[in-house]
């Protein structure tokens, strides 16, 4: 399982190969991009790369002992996935007690989001200032990936700015961040950045082809919904998709027909079913409105292309200022959403602001 086995972003893939020939990869490094385009899969390449002895410098084999437990902390598997929630039940002080790290090899440590608000915490920087003393023990480096490290609040991002002010020796951090202007920007000038982008038309096409269990719809839908993301593919579940779509759908159309009676059972109805995380609806809104966006103004491939129809009908409803004001409550939305508001009055405050804005033309 080479190099030569990921999909996407082939310039930042040669790069890092060209630095691990040269035995000169840097101290620190920034992975950034959307969800799901493979952050955290080429930090575990990277990883069975600097420890692989029977592949050059810069491959790994796949197979050895220390290739087959690096690649092993994929953490979308279901079992880590499984660890994950239960721990979002846990009290905070549990949490806190026993911060949440995966390690699959001694010199691989995995310092995730944890809890209902996927945070890193203070705690799990400080684990992971305490665990840089040590020397690797099997291979010639330790590695530690912090994932989420735009979700690290003050106390931690302060914390890990330390750790990276004092590099130890024979270690190397790959921070992932979906957004790098979310970091300090002292973490951000600590750190080498590589940018990844979505995954082209094409290499979405080769992504599907290893998926033989789904059908040719499947394929078409997932490939327009995922938006260049092999990780959102695979993560999205078609009944919760269309029944999410459904909903939010329901909140713009009673928006544009005024009806903020109707909006406001709507939005009670989708906050009680309690599965739903409010970051879910804040991006299938997001994609609603891009997609008006496109058929109002220009051309483009839309994301919910299954409906263009539906989609059609609402856009001819709305103006540019609708869509742009739209927009900016959504941002606020989710502003909101990383303070912890509640999600059912986070949804009426944006349904009453849309109802309140001009819409015809
Ligand atoms: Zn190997």
Redesign the pocket.
Known sequence: MPFSDYLGNAPVVSALRGMLAQDRLPQTLLFSGPRGIGKATLARYLT?AI?????AADE?????????RILAADLSLPEFVKETEEREKLPAAKRTDNPLVFSTHPDFLIFPPDGPLRMVGIEQARKLRNAAQFSPSEGKRRVFVLDGADRANDEAANSLLKTLEEPAAALTIILIAENPYDLLPTIRSRSVPFYLSRLTAEEMQQFFERRRELSDKERRRLAAWAQGSPGAALAIDVEEYLARREAMLAVLRAALGGGFADLIGRTESIARKTREKLEALIEMLFGLLSDLLHLRYGSGRLINQDIREDLRELAERVRFDWLEEAKKGLDELDELRRRNIQKQIALEGFAARLSSLPHGG
């Open positions: 069975a420890q692989c002895r029977e592949a790994f084999c796949g197979s050895c002992h220390a290739c087959t």
